[in-house]
């Protein structure tokens, strides 16, 4: 197999893996199995994905509350994320952050976050130590509409182009701030505008389109590597599912034909991308199930990883509290 | 031994941590530019008047191998960055499970008694203190100043560093060479024998200078100081306690919730110490107003010599009268 198409079927496993995990999370905690609030990622898939494909081991990135999309992108092991959303001491937290605060800073995924846009000032200090470093390495911020209403949002844009960070700031407009729509809270659509405002780049991209989504981060990774500072990246793109669910989904007041229109096929990130891989022959209907099928069986071992695995004892609570 | 200021041993500490270990880099809104000179602006940077954003940059590159010093000038201004000290600083290592260190200090002035008004003259340390997953510092003198930065600054957790306004400009003997303080160890400033008056940061010296005044009656003094409040060395206030039977708490924050409060009951909570105890504690602190302007409002505001004399006297004849020892 070809590199390319190694990589382009690695894509599409991790866009699939993505929607299974989260679908199976709401499943888990609809049956209370696994606790808390759960912000699932259904439909937003190629963001990450095409975001992470044009990014290194060592770049860094920081996430959202709806970060399992993420992690899965980075890298992160489903057996430890799963682990974690039920609670238990082989979580990436060992049992202390669940689905918000998933992190694994062995692969550069500086943590899930459950404050909107506080995910940005972090990701721009590891910009300024990738600068520093001098290594050529990046960092990249995923955040949602929503925070292009919060301080840090414009606080951290302005001072990454001030000082020229090897920053991506990839935002996932999934047009909706939790319960409300963005055009309610906001006066302008084009969030790449923005980027000149802070005297950086701005692109707005297809963010159903995964490869659109890798090549705007590829030219914007580039940028940064050699110098060039951050870019603002608007991916398009739409929350299949409710804002949260804790016991049971929020309502969801949207109108079912605005859902058929962004869950048919022609918008859908992985049935499109299934269509491009198929329509240059690189994957069959067979390649897609066999996909299917290895991601069902390593969620259903990830499931049974992560029921194995001890609660955390309690006489542990204090652990990691304080650095020695 | 040689007498320098707070601020010129806090500058001293910056200078030889800068040296020692080139990961450490420092940021803020005011230029620094004896630092700047001496080790470029790659690593002394002065930032756009964002605090949240270059709090959360001292975060981030803490995680990512660098111990940034961050300056947010006075404490008034973490306030507008309190999402990053609060919600990220404070829960990030514990949070993720221990994933990671987080080597950042946060410096910024704090106190009132230079006339700055209400919101440039605030002691909020006690609110710092509630969040689980800070250090928190506050020295009284030039040498645990630059004792405790450097302590602080290769400590390997979220810490911040008060820096009372009113000390700047004290001097007092600093030992030359790598001077370190341990974090969590208070210093006893005076020992005596009748009370222990725990003084935090300018309330130290008033403290030793009541001291000095009733010590001409035959009344003997010990000054304890904390110099840190997380972690608070419990021990070795209660066993000054121990000693004298009797305790006087002395700051300029309001005494609700504060760091006064915190100290009184990890007194009065230890069985032996409150058996010990001769008379009920007693706590000196400003008025629960913000500091005003004016300096007759202001002095009449913030504690004051002849209020640690009146609380020492109460807790020496043993009955409090009035009962009202904070206002």
């Known amino acids: 197999m070809s590199q390319e198409k190694t990589e382009l079927v690695e894509i599409l496993r991790q866009m699939i893996m993505i929607r299974e995990f989260d679908l199976l999370a709401v499943e888990l905690r609809k049956a209370k199995r696994i606790y808390g609030a759960l912000h699932p990622y259904v439909g937003e898939e190629a963001v990450a994905v095409g975001v992470c494909a044009a990014l290194r081991p060592t770049d860094r990135i920081t996430s959202t509350h709806r970060g399992h999309g993420h992690c899965i992108a980075k890298g992160a092991d489903i057996n430890r994320m799963m682990a974690e959303l039920f609670g238990r001491a082989d979580g990436y937290c060992k049992g202390k952050g669940g689905s918000m605060h998933i992190a694994d800073f062995a692969i550069g995924m500086l943590g899930a976050n459950g404050i909107v846009a506080g995910g940005m000032p972090i990701a721009c200090g590891a910009a300024l130590a990738a600068q520093l470093e001098d290594q050529g390495a990046v960092a990249a911020c995923f955040f949602g509409d929503g925070a292009t209403g919060e301080g840090e949002f414009h606080e951290t844009l302005n001072i990454a182009s001030l000082w020229k960070l090897p920053l991506l700031f990839v935002c996932e407009n999934n047009r909706y701030g939790a319960g409300n729509a963005v055009e309610s809270v906001r006066p302008e659509a084009d969030i790449s505008l923005h980027a000149p405002a802070y005297g950086l780049p701005g692109v707005s991209v297809d963010g159903n389109d995964v490869l659109a989504v890798r090549e705007a981060t590829r030219e914007a990774v580039e940028r940064a590597r050699r110098g060039g500072g951050p870019t603002l990246l608007h991916c398009k793109t739409f929350r299949w599912l409710f804002h949260a669910m804790r016991d049971v989904p929020q309502p969801d007041m949207r109108s079912a034909d605005l859902l058929a229109q962004w869950r048919g096929r022609e918008r859908d990130p992985i049935a499109r991308f299934e269509g491009v891989l198929a329509g240059r022959d690189l994957v069959t209907a067979a390649d897609v199930q066999a996909i299917r099928d290895r991601v069902k069986r390593d969620l259903a071992a990830a499931v049974e990883f992560a029921e194995k695995s001890p609660y955390p004892d309690p006489k542990d609570l204090l652990v990691d509290m304080f650095a020695g | 031994m040689r007498e320098i200021t707070v601020t010129q041993a806090l500058e001293e500490a910056m200078i030889e941590e800068m040296e020692r270990d080139e990961r450490v ?75 990671a260190d987080f080597p950042v200090t946060f410096r910024c002035t704090t106190g009132g008694g230079i006339q700055l008004a209400a919101q440039h003259s605030q002691s909020p340390y006690s609110m710092f203190m509630h969040l689980a997953g800070l250090k928190i510092i506050l020295p009284s003198t030039p040498a645990d100043a630059k004792g405790l930065l450097k302590s602080a600054i290769r400590d390997n957790n979220p810490t911040v560093f008060f820096e009372c306004s009113r000390l700047a400009g004290v001097t007092g003997p600093v030992p030359d060479g790598d001077h370190t303080v341990p974090i969590g160890v208070a210093d006893v400033k005076r020992a005596g024998r009748d009370v222990t008056v725990v003084g935090l940061a300018y309330y130290v010296r008033e ?53 006064a409060s915190e100290i009184l009951a990890l007194v009065t909570e230890d069985p032996e110490t409150f058996r010990a105890l001769e008379a009920p504690v007693q706590r000196v602190c400003a008025a629960p107003v ?20 009146a609380a020492i006297r109460r807790v020496l004849e043993g009955a409090p009268t009035g009962g009202q020892t904070c206002r």
């Open chain 2, 25 to 99: 880099i420092t940021f803020g809104t005011v230029r620094a530019p004896a630092l700047a000179n001496k080790f470029g602006d790659r690593r002394v940077r002065f930032t756009p008047i964002s605090e949240a954003a270059f709090t959360g940059i001292g975060l981030g590159a803490a995680g990512s191998g660098f111990r940034p010093v961050v300056n947010w000038g006075m404490v008034t201004f973490s306030f507008v960055a309190m999402d990053q000290i609060v919600n990220q600083a404070s829960k990030i290592r514990y949070m993720f499970g221990g994933q």
């Open chain 2, 207 to 259: 403290a030793l200078a009541v001291a000095d005044s009733l010590a001409k009656e035959g009344i003997s003094i010990e000054v304890v100081d904390p110099r840190t409040l997380v972690p608070m060395d419990a021990e070795a206030i209660r066993a000054s306690v121990r000693r004298t039977g009797r305790l006087v708490v002395v700051d300029e924050a309001p005494a609700t919730c504060s760091a």
């Open chain 2, 290 to 309: 913000p500091v005003p302007y004016s300096p007759t409002l202001e002095q009449a505001a913030l504690p004051d010599r002849a209020q640690i004399e």
